[in-house]
């Protein structure tokens, strides 16, 4: 026993010496800001949901393409869709810098003859009437994903947590510029973010309750979106001018 104590204590040092030094997790704050490139950007689908009264219920399915540019998102191009309703056709929304062009949808008809665009400024960057409601955390934002990984908690995948409308308008400049309805400051936004191998969003969940809907009726809105594609080359452009009116559809 006594000459095989020192090979067994020997032994399991060499083991160990030997092992794989974990990796450190990647960071996604300092990955996603490697991809925010002009001519770049990244590709998304989501889903909207609808939850209250017993009942879940898609809402909006929304997918398009986010260009960065100097560090940041600066252009998009979304189509959404009505699950259901006289809105149910596709509707399709141009957004350049805080000008936007909507086609489709509601816009089918109304605008001038000839004009298939609505043009308007300061408009909501997420999309026309689809968009209302919509992914109210936006990842492509460094200061956004900070706070989520700040405030969350870390997981095999990612982070989870909770932050108010308050609390993230402070570090989101796309949140300050397009806030759902029925957002109230003090609201919990709870966040489920999954990063891929490179440490870049891949999917995230979001859930927050509205109020003052019709009827007086709470809802909880939850929203799933799916990232692919980072630092693929985009280029977002206008509508062309003859097609676009700056009346709004009747």
């Avoid at 300092?30 to 590709?43: D, I, P, Q, S």
């Amino acid at each position: 026993m006594r000459l095989l104590l020192p090979i067994m204590v020997a032994g399991a040092a060499v083991l160990i010496a030997s092992a794989p030094a974990q990796a450190a997790p990647k960071d996604p704050v300092k990955a996603v800001k490697a991809h925010l490139v002009a001519g770049h950007g990244v590709r998304f689908s989501e889903t909207v949901k609808q939850v209250g009264d017993g009942t879940s219920s898609v809402v909006v399915r929304r997918s398009g393409t986010l260009q960065f540019g100097k560090g940041k998102v600066v252009a998009s191009d979304v189509t959404g869709t009505f699950a259901s309703g006289k809105g149910n056709k596709p509707e399709r929304t141009i957004t350049i810098g805080r000008t936007s062009w909507t086609s489709g949808g509601l816009y089918r008809s109304g605008l001038p003859k000839g004009k298939t665009w609505y043009k308007r400024s300061g408009a909501l960057a997420s999309g026309g009437i689809t968009g209302l409601v919509t992914q109210v955390v936006n990842p492509a934002e460094p200061s956004t994903l900070a706070a989520l990984v700040k405030n969350g908690k870390r997981g095999t995948s990612g982070y989870s947590g909770t932050l108010t409308f308050k609390e993230l308008s402070k570090v989101s400049r796309s949140l300050r510029a397009d806030k759902p309805i029925f957002a109230a400051p003090d609201t919990d936004i709870t966040y489920d973010l999954t990063l891929d191998g490179k440490g870049l969003p891949s999917r995230l969940s979001t859930a927050w309750e509205a109020t003052g809907l019709l009827g007086g009726a709470d809802r909880t809105y939850k929203v799933e979106t799916r990232y692919r594609g980072w630092g693929a080359k985009v280029t977002v452009k206008p509508p062309p001018a003859a097609k676009t009116s700056s009346k709004p559809a009747r």
